[in-house]
């Protein structure tokens, strides 16, 4: 088997007094959905932020085997250049640029491809040929992306007026257009209705299969994560309680330990529903 | 809210408003329409003009009172113009609107109405449009609240006045070294403070924009101080001057051309520069907004947090945004200090600074239409005030306000998007086709 | 000979320091209650209050009414003048205060971010020339109300001393904050403040009246102005329309300084402001004093961008 993608060993994030990842483990795979879960505040978007970027760790190694630049110790990056390497995310309370159009904001996810290609603007100013080129064919990515997402219609809309599903899609669209390695999905699901759920999966899936790349996916819906997962790991309190394939995880005492403790206990219901 | 006045609103209701409104516009009157402190020889004196405190009250209480009965109607009245979308069709002409305007401009001094007076003011106007333009892009599109942008202005005017008369460069070149000087300096001054968010950043601009006058005030040796630069070279045409005599060695416009010697000539010049100036600044953000650079700015304002997940590097979006908004501060300064032959610091203070702002929030954050109309609002208002020459800065800062209440976003609030996806065509239907 | 000489100036040197401290006390006492009015207002509704420069101008301006009034009537006893003048200021001028909030930017609390601002920006512009149309360009001078003081060290032709005035600037300004600091912390209106600087909607949902609240800190706000124009009519004796623009954009960099939002931090930046300047025009140049507030702030703020005793907002992504 060859080496997974992602390497994250002992990742630790302390806020103050708190806590929030405590030595954290885990890998992601191309062509895996590796999902992410565990009770709300367990810590699972404070390893996204510390994965892209966005907090510094306090402890931890984060490695990317990039296919083109070797190891990339993503911890050591500064907060944008992560992105750079391939490792794109989602967020959880959806962030687009919502006075841009849905195009605009695919167009926007391009930058680090169209920027050389507009000579630092020069090029583009004149509308050399080389840039026309460049941008035709980002709006041919944007344009298909559009397309498999379902939103070739609202395209020229602004995206803040667009429906909360539609905007979980803009989001997903617009990681996608620039061509990632590594995509970090940040709840997906939450608040789509069970049709635009399925289509969820079905994308992912799709994505899976057709690029190649690794898909880290944190979701409350047990339903599409037991469906979709190759891998799955469980982290609760901050730190990981276990990790395994969906059947594993079905049947981890601790695991259903951990979502008994909670007093919601939804989630344990869908975790069993999931078993279908 | 301003209380949507909707007419079910009861008459005794109404009338009870209006006293408590005029009742208080009673009390802010007594201090100082009432009361007037003069200077006299023996020192002060208060002279009492307490009637001025009732006219007053009831000039409140009538106004509020009509304005609550007229609200309703009128907001009726002005509904369907304030919904009013042009057709398709005139919006394809959009794209003409620019070159069309730069038409009339240029025309403009050529037509019969066009006196010495006219230009000069055209000029103003011209000079503010090329200021906002550039302030619109830290504004406007960025996002970033620049409180010192005559800042820039000055830096411009200084490099060029200090230029030709220290360094005896002509206009141009001294143009372009204005317009670099000015970005420069906003990069330098940039780097340190752009991890500032929000107010903060506003307020270091402030002072930036307090700095700099103050050094320019008080750098005698360089500047000359309070007393200001004078000398300044004129543009010319391909070395050509507008003056009457030609210089030791050179030659002026009426000389080559043959055309009889006018002193008009020069203002149509001078006039015809800054429209080229603007219009080529106008034409350039309006291409970076559709090119990555652009778009990135945009994307800043939006959110910041979104873009670095893009593996946007904030920090240089936001530096070339303030470089090129003050490349264009730096040029606009450069033709104010070539125009005038004089500049002083008092051009540069913080009302300047206020003034470019107000232009880019009046006429709709981003939008150049808005620009032009409101710069256009804000040069030719005081003007056409001048009979009431006191009470035109106080009729001003009323209609700041009163514009801002009435629309918020500006007078041109809608954004257009750079692209549509309808208008490109697809790649597999245009070869199928 | 030599040894006495070097005594002499070392005690003349600490004599000179402490006047520019004294100086400068006064100084900041005068900007931090401005700059209360700022801080106020920002934590509340996220505002710069551009006109309330203006309002402190115009609490100037009623102080000098009020006192030209007073000697015209014969009122002699200083006390007694002074706290007619204060009262009288205040009132009209948290008048002032309340309607410019009422007026100009109520309409305006949902709007885009900028509009406030500019909105106040004009209101600034307004009462400026409202002023000057109605009490004239020049400025005006009050011969001295309050004279003496007491001198601190007296040595040959140096004095270090202590006005009056200085006294009762710093002791009022002392005896403001701290009830100040009891009305924010103890009273129904402090914690109606607090909760809406937290979450307006929230506040409103718990039954506060949002709209009493953000008037009566502009109230609050108007009548700390009033006091520091009273101040500055007292210490100067020479006001005139402008004076507003440059106090308040002074007061306005002690608020970002100290850190906005915060009422200690408000008067920590109001006292380093004017200590800044009080020293800098002392020993290096009078004219560049301003230079220096300038670069102080921007250097806190590159080091620490909430300001000196704000508290950091987390970036939550
Ligand atoms: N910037 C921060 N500062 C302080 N505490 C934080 C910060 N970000 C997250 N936390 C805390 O870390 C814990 C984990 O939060 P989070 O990662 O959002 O949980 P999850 O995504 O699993 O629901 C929570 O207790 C949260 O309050
Ligand atoms: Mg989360």
Not at chain 2, 405 to 433: D, F, H, M, Y
Not at chain 3, 14 to 31: D, E, K, P, R, S
Not at chain 3, 148 to 167: A, C, K, R, Y
Request: glycine share 12%; net charge positive.
């Amino acid at each position: 088997m060859t080496e997974p993608l992602l390497d994250v060993q002992g990742l630790t994030m302390r806020f103050g007094g708190l806590l929030a990842v405590d030595g954290v483990d885990l890998t992601a795979e191309r062509n895996r959905i590796t999902a992410l879960i565990g009770p709300n505040g367990a810590g699972k978007t404070t390893i996204f932020n510390c994965l892209t970027g966005f907090y510094k760790p306090t402890a931890g190694r984060l490695l990317l085997r990039h296919p083109a630049r070797g190891p990339i110790e993503l911890q050591k990056l500064k907060g944008y250049g992560v992105a750079r390497t391939g490792v794109v995310r989602t967020f959880q309370n959806i962030r687009l640029f919502p006075s841009m159009t849905v195009l605009e904001n695919l167009l926007v996810a391009q930058h680090q491809a169209l920027m050389p290609r507009s000579v630092f603007s020069f090029a583009g100013l004149l509308n050399l040929k080389g840039w026309r080129a460049a941008e035709e064919a980002a709006v041919e990515t944007a344009r298909d992306w559009l397309r498999r997402l379902d939103l070739l219609a609202v395209a020229d809309e602004e995206a803040g007026n667009l429906s909360y599903g539609m905007q979980r899609r803009v989001e997903i669209a617009r990681a996608m257009s620039t061509n990632p390695l590594l995509l970090c999905l940040d709840e997906p699901a939450a608040g789509l209705n069970p049709r635009e759920t399925r289509a969820l999966a079905e994308l992912l899936v799709g994505i899976r299969a057709e690029h190649g790349i690794g898909i880290l996916l944190i979701e409350h819906d047990m339903g599409l994560v037991m469906d979709i997962s190759d891998h799955i790991v469980v982290v609760d309190h901050g730190a990981r309680i276990a990790a395994g394939t969906p059947a594993e995880i079905r049947n981890d005492e601790r695991v259903i330990k951990a979502y008994l403790g909670e007093p919601d206990a939804d989630d344990v219901a869908t975790a069993g529903g999931g078993a279908h | 809210m301003a209380a949507p006045a909707s007419t079910s609103i009861p008459v005794a209701h109404r009338l009870r408003d209006a006293g408590i409104a005029g009742l208080v516009a009673m009390a802010l009157a007594v201090p100082f329409l009432g009361l007037r402190t003069v200077n006299l020889d023996q020192g002060l004196v208060v002279q009492a003009n307490l009637a001025y405190v009732p006219l007053a009250g009831a000039v409140v209480f009538l106004g509020r009172l009509v304005l609550g009965l007229l609200a309703a109607p009128l907001a009726k009245a002005v509904a369907p113009l304030a919904a009013w979308r042009p057709p398709a069709a005139a919006q394809r002409l959009r794209a003409w609107g620019g070159p069309l305007l730069v038409l009339a401009a240029v025309a403009l001094p050529f037509l019969p109405f066009a006196n010495r007076y006219v230009i000069d003011l055209g000029t103003t106007a011209l000079i503010y449009i090329l200021l906002a333009t550039g302030l619109n892009i830290t504004v406007g599109l960025a996002g970033l609240l620049d409180l010192g942008f005559a800042a820039f202005y000055a830096i411009g005017a200084y490099t060029c006045a200090l230029t030709t008369t220290q360094l005896h460069w002509g206009f141009w070149p001294a143009l372009v070294a204005g317009g670099l000087a000015s970005s420069l300096f906003a990069v330098l001054l940039s780097l340190p403070i752009l991890r500032l968010r929000g107010d903060y950043l506003a307020i270091v601009t402030l002072g930036f924009g307090e700095i700099t006058r103050i050094v320019i005030l008080n750098w005698q040796g360089l500047t000359g101080g309070p007393n200001g630069v004078s000398g300044i070279a004129r543009p010319t045409l391909f070395g050509l001057t507008f003056d009457r005599r030609a210089p030791a060695g050179g030659h002026t416009f009426s000389e080559v051309t043959g055309i009889a010697y006018a002193p008009e000539h020069r203002l149509i010049f001078l006039y015809l520069v800054i429209l080229a100036l603007t219009a080529l600044a106008a034409y350039t953000v309006a291409r970076l907004r559709r090119l990555p650079i652009g778009r990135a700015w945009e994307a800043l304002r939006e959110d910041e947090i979104a873009c670095r997940s893009l593996g946007i590097n904030p920090t240089m979006v936001k530096v070339s945004a303030y470089a090129s908004g003050a490349l264009m501060g730096g040029l606009a300064g450069c033709f104010f200090a070539a125009r005038q032959g004089f500049v002083s610091p008092e051009s540069f203070g913080f009302m300047e600074s206020a003034t470019i702002l107000a232009i880019v929030v009046l006429g709709g954050m981003g939008s150049q239409a808005g620009v032009i109309i409101a710069a256009l609002f804000i040069v030719v208002l005081p003007e056409l005030a001048r009979g009431f020459a006191d009470y035109r800065m106080l009729a001003f800062g009323l209609a700041m306000i009163l514009i801002m209440i009435w629309k918020p976003g500006g007078l041109l609030s809608g954004r257009l998007p750079t692209i549509r996806l309808s208008n490109a065509k697809p790649k597999s239907v245009a070869e199928a086709a | 000979m030599g040894a006495v000489k070097a005594a002499m100036g070392f005690t003349l040197a600490v004599g000179t320091f402490l006047q520019h401290l004294i100086n400068g006390l006064t100084l900041g006492a005068i900007y931090g209650l401005i700059a209360i009015g700022y801080t106020m207002v920002y934590g509340i509704i996220r505002m710069i209050n551009f006109a309330h420069g203006e309002i402190y101008m115009i609490g100037a301006f009623i102080a000098v009414t009020t006192f030209t009034l007073l000697l015209g009537a014969g009122v002699t006893s200083v006390p007694l003048a002074l706290v007619i003048v204060l009262a009288i200021s205040c009132t009209f001028t948290a008048a002032y205060g309340w309607t410019i909030e009422r007026v100009a930017y109520r309409p305006l609390r949902t709007a885009p971010k900028l509009a406030p601002f500019i909105s106040a920006i004009g209101m600034s512009i307004l009462l400026q020339n409202f002023v000057m149309l109605t009490q004239g360009a020049r400025s005006k001078s009050l011969p001295p109300v309050m004279t003496g003081g007491v001198t601190l060290w007296h040595d040959g032709d140096f004095s270090l001393g202590l006005t009056n005035i200085q006294m009762f600037i710093i002791l009022l300004t002392v005896a403001l904050m701290a009830g100040f600091t009891l009305v924010i912390n103890r009273t129904a209106l402090g914690r109606a403040q607090r909760a809406c600087e937290q979450d307006r909607t929230m506040a409103a949902l718990l039954g506060i009246n949002v709209d009493r609240t953000i008037s009566l800190t502009f109230v609050l706000g108007a009548g700390l102005a009033a006091v520091a124009g009273v101040m500055v009519t007292l210490y100067y004796g020479v006001i005139d329309f402008y004076i507003g623009f440059l106090a308040g954009m002074k007061a306005f960099t002690a608020a970002v300084l100290g850190g906005i939002g915060s009422l200690p931090g408000a008067m920590l930046g109001g006292l380093l402001i004017g200590l800044i300047e009080a020293f800098f025009s002392g020993y290096v140049s009078s004219a560049y004093k301003d230079v220096a507030a300038f670069s102080i702030l921007i250097l806190v703020l590159v080091v620490r961008p909430s300001g000196l005793l704000g508290r950091p907002d987390i970036e939550k992504v």
